[in-house]
């Protein structure tokens, strides 16, 4: 049995989004407490991470758990924002929740025979193809051209050094809302220790995303102690005792096994036939003689340690005593995969014939020995040379094990930040080779692809117009659509009314029948200061297949886009200044816009943007906020350095990928037209095959 829900409403969604922003509202910001949860178990969780709260509830809705999946997916890539992921997502769904029940003229254009469903469906997919487009038409522009005068770097003058202290600073922003008020300058402090040592005279670039890939292997966390007992120590630490350690001084060799040294008959490889008793004993001698001449040719190769992913006979531990060779058995697959990453060799496979030569696939440890902290014996070894990062361990502390969770799961977010920090974010590359005009229709394009609803774009005509002389300045698109019914008998009239002619225009549409926004100029204006038109036709058939003609007259901006970049190390101070600045940049934006409904959409999301700062100044005094607003609008207004009273950094990558997740998701959330919940598993094929349904 399976039921479905048609037609989803926008107050469902914004219902949704708001309980789940009411749970960590009150842990946003620096400020900002902890949420305990707990399970009918009797497992509590006490956190403050936004993600790992969400997503130990316990949803019924599926709509609500692909907001969670949207949030998981952001936090997977840049390692915070869970908490003000939430919160502007609920409100942006709320104004536009707000848009659908009052009578905007310019989402309130329906067509005769259009039912209840049907208008507020058109008005969604409306909303959801300008969210879409918004980042690449819009933001992405703002973000380079107008904010990014604003963006300070981490760098240091020269550009190739990092400035410690901005570094630190960026680090304190990001703990303040990860964990304890208590442990933030302490956990800060930690995570400035180990990106340095594990970047000494390395790539950071190559470095970053092996800590964000093996950070299970490079952290081990022990319960009963304080959490000041945390520490880096250098080298790994192995979650495993040794099965053999036999103490030495010096340099050792390590050699990494992944396949039993004394291998049974049936791991021989080839067909064994025993036809008695004594054939059998003769068997297991002449196996045992192999596993003994391999150690013995360990020991000649001065092999000190042996690092096995699987468990090994007693005859290898008896042997390897002998011979002086310490084993560490049972190493994770991810652990061997580390070790030889950072150490560039191979596992030595016992099962070839290679007794008898010589063994270079193996690493050089200046140390490796036994480490107790509390009541749990590990494995603590350091490599003489590494190719891919200085190999450190970070131990966590803490009274229980949740507590250990907490700031182990802060500490691998702040390095999945910092590796989105140092990563130059192209945001138009695409664009390279094109004017933004040809880019908006595409962009349509690529995102309409709805099987239920083929909305047509007819024609659309893009004049871009600027008062600035300054080819680098954003410039206000105009446009001018018609949506036509979707069925197929309607595309057929289209057709036989509009037939191809000679010309390079593939359709034609009489001015009787488009609909022109009000202020719309005309698109051979000669106040285009660039003096630059474009004359595009698109039709987009029922196979949502594009053509486009394209003519240009000028060249000048061709490449406009070659700069869209954030650079890498680029940060802004905290408590909202970025969405300040996006917001006054948007506002005017929107008031120049000539386009009457890109214009209402664009003020919508500027005030859903000052939710984060109001949110952040709720804690100070009631003033704080408009203060706050009133000092950066008044500094950009007067062409005035911004001097905000944050000394703490965050970083503007980060923050735009976080507009552009809550907005992709929200388009997503819009676009939804059915909901189908299956009550059981389907059958499988034996069983839809049984006598009974014949």
Avoid at 22 to 47: A, F, K, M, N
Wanted: net charge neutral; hydrophobic share 35%; with cysteine.
């Amino acid at each position: 049995m399976a039921t479905s829900v048609t037609g989803l409403e926008l107050r469902r969604l914004a219902e949704e989004a708001s309980s789940l922003a009411s749970v960590v509202r009150g842990s946003l910001g620096p400020q900002g407490g902890q949420v305990l949860l707990t399970r009918p178990t009797g497992e509590i969780l006490l956190s403050r991470d936004g993600e790992r709260v969400l997503r130990a509830l316990n949803l019924d809705s599926p709509t609500a758990r692909m907001m969670i999946t949207c949030l998981s997916t952001h936090c997977n890539l840049v390692g915070d924002g869970a908490k003000t992921f939430i919160v502007l997502l609920s409100t942006l769904l709320q104004e536009i929740e707000k848009l659908d029940k009052g009578s905007n003229a310019y989402f309130c254009k329906t067509h005769r025979g259009r039912n209840k469903y049907k208008e507020k469906g058109y008005m969604m997919k409306q909303v959801s193809q300008f969210l879409s487009v918004f980042q690449v038409e819009i933001l992405d522009p703002l973000v380079t051209q107008k904010l990014g005068k604003h963006f300070q770097t981490v760098f240091s003058a020269s550009g190739t050094e990092l400035n410690r202290t901005t570094m630190k600073l960026v680090l304190e922003a990001y703990f303040c809302g990860k964990v304890g008020y208590n442990r933030q300058k302490y956990m800060c402090q930690l995570a400035y220790n180990f990106f340095f040592k594990t970047t000494a005279e390395k790539d950071r670039n190559e470095v970053l995303p092996l800590v964000d890939k093996y950070f299970p292997e490079l952290h081990t966390t022990v319960t009963g102690l304080p959490v000041s007992h945390s520490q880096i120590l250098d080298g790994l630490v192995l979650l495993r005792d040794f099965a053999v350690y036999c103490p030495s001084d010096g340099d050792k060799k390590v050699l990494i096994i992944t396949e039993p040294i004394h291998s049974s008959l049936s791991q021989l490889g080839t067909e064994v036939a025993i036809s008695g008793e004594s054939q059998y004993e003769a068997s297991e001698l002449w196996i045992t003689k192999r596993t003994k001449a391999l150690m013995k040719h360990l020991q000649d190769n001065n092999i000190g340690v042996l690092l096995s992913g699987i468990k090994q006979h007693e005859i290898v531990h008896y042997c390897a005593k002998n011979s002086g060779i310490c084993i560490v058995e049972c190493l994770s697959r991810e652990e061997i995969s580390l070790i030889c990453k950072i150490t560039n060799i191979s596992p030595f496979q016992p099962s070839l014939d290679n007794i008898c030569t010589e063994i270079t696939e193996m690493a050089i440890a200046t140390f490796c020995q036994p480490l107790q902290i509390g009541t749990k014996r590990f494995v603590h070894i350091n490599f003489a040379r590494t190719c891919a990062l200085q190999p450190c361990c970070v131990v966590f502390c803490g009274p229980v094990h949740g507590l250990n969770e907490q700031h182990a799961c802060a500490f691998h977010g702040a390095f999945k930040m910092l590796q989105h920090l140092f990563t130059t974010i192209h945001l138009a590359e695409c664009c390279n080779s094109k004017p933004q005009s040809q880019n908006f229709p595409n962009a349509v394009d690529n995102l309409q692809q709805y099987p239920a609803v083929q909305q047509r774009f007819v024609e659309m005509q893009i004049d871009c117009d600027s008062d600035e002389a300054d080819t680098g300045e954003l410039k206000h698109c105009e446009f001018k659509m018609k949506v036509l019914s979707e069925s197929e008998d309607d595309l057929l009239a289209l057709s036989q009314k509009y037939p191809k002619e000679d010309t390079a225009s593939e359709n034609a549409i009489s001015e009787d029948d488009q609909f022109v926004c009000p202020g719309l100029k005309d698109k051979n204006s000669s106040s285009n200061v660039h003096g630059q038109q474009f004359n595009e036709e698109i039709c987009i058939r029922s196979s949502h297949t594009v053509s486009i003609k394209c003519e240009e007259n000028n060249k000048t901006d061709i490449h406009r886009h070659t700069n869209f970049c954030i650079k890498a190390g680029s940060v802004m101070p905290v408590g909202g200044i970025f969405e300040i600045l996006l917001n006054y940049y948007l506002s005017c934006y929107a008031k120049q816009c000539q386009l009457p409904d890109i214009s209402v959409l664009c003020t919508l999301v500027a005030d859903v943007l000052l939710t984060v700062p109001k949110a952040l100044c709720r804690t100070q005094k009631r003033s704080a906020f408009p203060q706050l607003y009133l000092e950066v609008t008044s500094a950009l207004r007067n062409d005035q350095q911004l001097l905000p009273k944050q000394k703490y950094l965050e970083s503007v990558s980060c923050k735009y990928q976080l507009i552009v997740s809550v907005l992709h998701c929200a388009a997503t959330l819009l676009r939804i037209d059915l909901i189908i919940g299956i009550k059981r598993l389907p059958q499988t094929a034996e069983e839809s095959n049984s006598d009974s349904d014949i």
